[in-house]
C-alpha cells in the first residue's frame, strides 16, 4: 500500500496564481484532513471531510477550498496565492475516529513570492 | 476536541529512558489518548494510543493514570532518531468535534549523544 500521497512536494507560485494540492490515499479512509504548519510552528487544520460529499472548515480555511468526489481523493484549491500562504501542507486521512490511527502524508512546501 | 498540556521541551541521553508527560483533566470517557511524533522535515507519524489500559508496541508504551487526567509516553532507550516533537491528542468516538483531528504545540525532545 502506498498510503496517503501527495503531490507535487514542492512548488513556487507567484502572486495571485492558483493551484491544486493533490491528496490521494488507498486505505479506504472516510476521513482526510488537510493542514499547513509553518516554520517552527504546530500543524493548524485547514479542511477536513467525513467522506464523499462532505467537508467542513478547520481553524484556517480562508483563502482555501476543498472538494471530496471520491473516497480517495481530497484535493486543496488555492484560488489567489498570497505570501501568507507559503507553508508546508500535509494531508492525512483515518478510517474512523476514537482509536484509529491517522496516516500522513509527506508534504508538500509551497512558497509564494 | 479535550485539551491537553504538555511541556514545550525535554532533554534526554542517547540510550536513557525518557518520560514525555501530558495532561488531559477534561478527558471524557470515550476519549482515547493518541501520540504522534513529528521528525524534522517529515510529516507526523503514528505512535501509540490508549483507552484505560497501558499500552505497548515496538516503538513506545503509553502509561494512563487511573483517574485517565494523564499520561505518559515512555520511550525505553532513546537514540538519535527519537529526536523529534511529540503530539498528545485526545480523540473521542462519533460526531461532532470528534471528527476533527487537532495538534497542540507538542513537546520537543532533543537527545543528547
Known amino acids: 500500500n502506498a498510503g496517503v500521497t501527495q503531490t507535487p512536494k514542492f512548488r513556487i507560485l507567484k502572486i495571485g496564481q492558483s493551484m491544486t494540492l493533490q491528496c490521494t490515499q488507498d486505505?479506504?479512509?472516510?476521513?482526510m484532513y488537510w493542514y499547513r504548519q509553518d516554520p517552527g510552528m504546530g500543524l493548524k487544520l485547514i479542511y477536513y471531510?467525513?467522506?464523499?460529499?462532505?467537508?467542513d472548515k478547520g481553524e484556517v480555511p480562508n483563502g482555501y477550498n476543498v472538494s471530496r468526489s471520491t473516497t480517495e481523493d481530497f484535493p486543496l484549491r488555492l484560488e489567489l496565492a498570497a505570501p501568507s500562504q507559503t507553508s508546508v501542507y500535509f494531508c492525512?486521512?483515518?478510517?474512523?475516529?476514537?482509536?484509529?490511527?491517522?496516516?500522513f502524508g509527506q508534504g508538500t512546501r509551497l512558497t509564494v513570492v | 476536541d479535550a485539551k491537553t498540556t504538555q511541556p514545550n521541551s525535554m532533554e534526554s541521553n542517547e540510550e536513557e529512558p525518557v518520560h514525555l508527560p501530558c495532561n488531559h483533566s477534561?478527558?471524557?470517557?470515550?476519549?482515547?489518548i493518541h501520540w504522534y511524533r513529528q521528525l524534522p522535515s517529515q510529516g507526523p507519524e503514528y505512535v501509540i494510543h490508549?483507552?484505560?489500559s497501558n499500552v505497548n508496541n515496538r516503538m513506545a508504551s503509553l502509561a494512563i493514570a487511573e483517574d485517565r487526567k494523564s499520561s505518559t509516553l515512555i520511550l525505553h532507550r532513546a537514540t538519535l532518531r527519537d529526536a523529534a516533537v511529540y503530539y498528545c491528542?485526545?480523540?473521542?468516538?462519533?460526531?461532532?468535534?470528534?471528527?476533527?483531528?487537532?495538534f497542540g504545540k507538542g513537546t520537543l525532545l532533543t537527545v543528547n549523544p
Open positions: 492525512a486521512s483515518t478510517r474512523g475516529t476514537g482509536g484509529t490511527e491517522a496516516f
Open positions: 486505505m479506504n479512509h472516510n476521513y
Open positions: 471531510s467525513v467522506g464523499a460529499g462532505i467537508t
Open positions: 477534561t478527558i471524557s470517557g470515550t476519549d482515547y
Open positions: 490508549g483507552l484505560t
Open positions: 491528542i485526545l480523540r473521542g468516538l462519533g460526531g461532532g468535534s470528534n471528527y476533527k483531528l487537532t
